[in-house]
DNA sequence: ACATCATTTTAGTTATAACTAAACTAATGC
DNA sequence: GCATTAGTTTAGTTATAACTAAAATGATGT
């Protein structure tokens, strides 16, 4: 697949796989699901999932449906699937997302427009 | 292992893990390989695998010798060497190397010190 | 057409990553 | 100790990535 390890190397967008990893959920839930993050930015790594093949999109009325690709992982299955069978891994999750906000938080000031 | 993904995702380092993939190599005669970058930019790159486990490094003498631990790469292990084998790796290399060096290019001044 | 809801896209900000040049460290040989 | 060679680390630059807020798109219902 196209870029298939720039898009699993993110936690979010591993926290995303994973959310729609048994069944099918609208952006809207994924966002809902996430809680910390704005629907923008969910909307922004969805694409990148499905640019990269890793998700199948579909529209129903006007939500969108996103699935993940298990078959399109290939070898990344079984090493995602494994961590996620780990117990402690919410926790981890956690901590690396904790981590990678250390991105963009507080906001600046707005700017015109 | 620690940080595999983000080790893996970037093509530079991948390019590294081949040309020590089977014989083991010093810093130098990677650096040498890789010909368009800097020894300093290919030591960090090496203490980045070094420290997500996927290579080994010892010293001999003056010298350091890295050894790529393919044990250790689990599942990426058949998703590396296949796409290796393919017989465009190294054009498709290129490209996303270009891409990659859209990064850092030409500089600007230096700094006082 | 207009209002509303769901989502995407855009513009801008901040943190991070890949890089360069130079300083530093470490082993070897004189 | 000093010079040399090999490699690492540091400081600074540029591009990229993750994010926010707001604008834009698109479908539905009136």
Redesign the interface.
Known sequence: MRAT??A??TPRRREILRLIWRDERTAGDIHRALGDVTFGAVSQHLKVLADSGLVRRRRDGRHRIYEARQDSL???R??LESSWDDALYRLKLRAELEDARRGPRPRSRRRRR
Request: avoid cysteine; proline fraction near 11%.
């Open positions: 390890l720039r699993l190397a290939g070898p990344f079984a090493w």
